[in-house]
Structures are given as structure tokens and as C-alpha cells.
């Protein structure tokens, strides 16, 4: 599957940014699918996902409340909708899908065999 994220950007504290990652080469319905971004110099971190199985989205502590994951597979296409961007939001997300991601490896980076390009986020103070 490749994916494409898109809808990054510059933007002020407090502003909003929607990101979408449009999926080919396969169904997103099929897979785990979520977002993980990288400030420099850190790691890469989880910010939110689905399980292809679950009915719910988890998010990282940090995004809870301002971030909210979306898919519409009619587009095969997935979303996060960022509010109240904060600077510590700044970073290259990514939009990721996996096959077999377990509850325990929903946040780790090797449980996704498909990344997309990144797109960058810059949320200036």
C-alpha cells in the first residue's frame, strides 16, 4: 500500500491544521492505520490510531482532546483534524498502516510496515 499525507504546514498557536493521508494499492479498511510524527532530534512518536478491529481511536496523552482521527474509506482515505495547535506540535507526521498490529504494538513504530512521506507541521509561539 502507498500512502501520501498531505495538508501540512505553517500555522499560529491556537490555529488548526487537517491532515490527510490517501491510501492506494490496497484498502485502508484492511489495515491499522494511524499517525506518528518526529520533532528533531526526538523519536518518533504516537499520536493516534485504529486498530482495523476496534471501534474506537486511541490517542497519545499529549493530542487527547485537541487531535481527532477520521476515515472515510469511501476515499480511502484517512484524517487528523488538529485544534488548538500548540509549538511542542511542531514535527514531520506521518501517516502509517499496519497488518496484525496488536493492542500492545498500536504505539510502536515496527508494528507498521507502511509509511508515508511526512508532511511537515510548524506551529509557530
Known amino acids: 500500500v502507498q500512502l501520501q499525507a498531505s495538508g501540512g504546514g505553517m500555522v499560529q498557536a491556537g490555529g488548526s491544521l487537517r491532515l490527510s493521508c490517501a491510501a492506494s494499492?490496497?484498502?485502508?479498511?484492511?489495515?491499522?492505520v494511524a499517525w506518528f510524527r518526529q520533532a528533531p532530534g526526538k523519536e518518533r512518536e504516537f499520536v493516534a490510531g485504529?486498530?482495523?478491529?476496534?471501534?474506537?481511536?486511541r490517542y497519545a496523552d499529549s493530542v487527547k482532546g485537541r487531535f481527532t482521527f477520521s476515515r472515510d474509506f469511501s476515499r480511502n482515505t484517512v484524517y487528523l483534524q488538529m485544534n488548538s495547535l500548540k509549538p511542542e506540535d511542531t514535527a514531520v507526521y506521518y501517516c502509517?498502516?499496519?497488518?496484525?498490529?496488536?493492542?500492545?504494538?498500536?504505539?510502536?513504530?515496527?508494528?507498521?510496515?507502511?509509511w508515508g512521506q511526512g508532511t511537515q507541521v510548524t506551529v509557530s509561539s
Open positions: 485504529r486498530r482495523r478491529s476496534d471501534s474506537f481511536t
Open positions: 494499492g490496497a484498502t485502508l479498511s484492511s489495515y491499522t
Open positions: 502509517v498502516a499496519g497488518s496484525g498490529v496488536i493492542v500492545s504494538g498500536i504505539g510502536v513504530p515496527s508494528s507498521y510496515g507502511y
